[in-house]
């Protein structure tokens, strides 16, 4: 977090295109790290049958915080334009150029925040018996035990306990390549999610570009993109509430189907305006709602010792599938017609979830089970 606010920081100052771009990275390698770290964290500290569940109501904050960003960001870096063309009490302009400044400088102030609040969290209990501080995990435990019976009645332990986790000396990365199991893993979840992300920053990219193409003027197509965002937040209240309910595997090629549904209804809808609105909902809650459920997946198919690890490696790598999709994908959409690209790009998607099947199963599953 840290790294996070002080690329942020940076890049509200800069002054050439190249310090931009370092400055960019810098702050993304802040950002990575943090997505393995907190869905690693969540998941060690949730219990069993509430690890998507748990993920998901993380993803409701964060999606809640996108749409205050994409909006934030029209107030600030467009010019006034009467609706549906723009946002009539938009901030920029000659008298006003530096709105993307005070963007990057809002990211660092709440950077600053994150790293404060972090010190109030305590430590995951399994990382802790890892490393043989089992007094620290102790009361770590007692203290959950505690706010937890304040609830209600806490269930007796089973009668058959596991054996605590053995510290281990290995290095993380060779505790998943030297080891076959979760080794398979994560070359499953690195091609699950390189092509997902094709079909999520495709979109990310090229969804305006898409409605550029049915004629819409380029501040309509970003004013019906940023609508589209509120399918983002109503599909983390989804996970959140029915995470649970299904296999995680089964959730990847339902996203699929209704990401493809979004696109035909834009494609055929010309430009009718509302039509536009309620498919760009559909895709955005589409490719957006298997999201938090692959995390809490993917951080339960390694074991405690290299997890944090495992979801950094197939996550991180799995990023570069974005790339695919914003430098090789997004341009060809002037090129394809409308119903073609919304086809190819939600493909990728479909693909991502044909490989989800040779998954394991995890919900509602002890840790310690999936991956000793």
């Not at 500290?45 to 915080?65: C, D, K």
């Not at 963007?103 to 709440?110: D, P, Q, V």
């Not at 193409?213 to 599909?235: D, K, N, Q, R």
């Amino acid at each position: 977090m840290i790294l996070t606010g002080i690329g942020s920081a940076l890049t509200a100052i800069v002054q050439s295109y190249g310090t931009f771009v370092a400055a960019r990275a810098f702050t993304g390698v802040g950002i990575g790290a943090d997505l393995a770290i907190v869905n690693t964290y969540i998941g060690e500290l949730a219990p069993a049958g509430g690890r998507a569940r748990y993920t998901s109501m993380i993803f409701i904050f964060s999606a809640l915080g996108a749409v205050a960003g994409i909006w934030l960001g029209l107030w600030l870096t467009t010019p006034p334009t009467p609706l549906p063309l723009g946002l009539p009490f938009a901030l920029a302009g000659k008298g006003f150029p530096d709105g993307w400044r005070v963007m990057y400088l809002i990211g660092a102030a709440l950077a600053l925040v994150g790293v404060l609040l972090r010190f109030q969290l305590p430590e995951s209990p399994r990382w802790l018996i890892a490393q043989g501080r089992l007094e620290e995990a102790g009361q770590v435990v007692a203290d959950m035990e505690a706010r937890a019976h304040a609830i209600f009645p806490l269930p007796p332990l089973p009668e058959r306990l596991p054996p605590a986790p053995r510290r281990e000396e290995a290095m993380p990365f060779s505790a998943i390549f030297r080891n076959a199991t979760y080794r398979n893993r994560t070359l499953l979840l690195t091609v699950m999610w390189f092509l997902a992300y094709i079909t999520v920053y495709s979109f990310a990219a090229g969804f305006t570009t898409l409605l550029a193409a049915l004629h819409y003027p380029p501040p309509e197509a970003g004013l019906i993109t940023a609508m589209g965002t509120f399918g983002f937040v109503l599909c983390a209240i989804v996970a959140y509430v029915w995470g649970e309910r299904m296999e995680r595997r089964r959730w990847t090629p339902l996203a699929a189907l209704i990401t493809l549904g979004g696109g035909v209804l834009i494609a055929l809808g010309g430009q009718t305006l509302w039509l536009s609105v309620i498919g760009a909902m559909i895709v955005f809650f589409g490719f957006n709602v298997w999201v938090p459920i692959a995390y809490a997946w993917s951080v339960e198919n390694y074991p405690t010792r290299a997890r944090t690890t495992g979801f950094a490696l197939v996550d991180g790598i799995g990023h570069l599938g974005g790339g695919v999709g914003m430098i090789a994908i997004a341009p060809l959409i002037p090129r394809l017609g409308v119903m073609a690209a919304f086809l190819l790009i939600g493909g990728f998607l479909a693909l991502a979830a044909l490989v989800a099947q040779f998954g394991i199963s995890t919900r509602a599953r002890r840790l310690d089970d999936i991956s000793p």
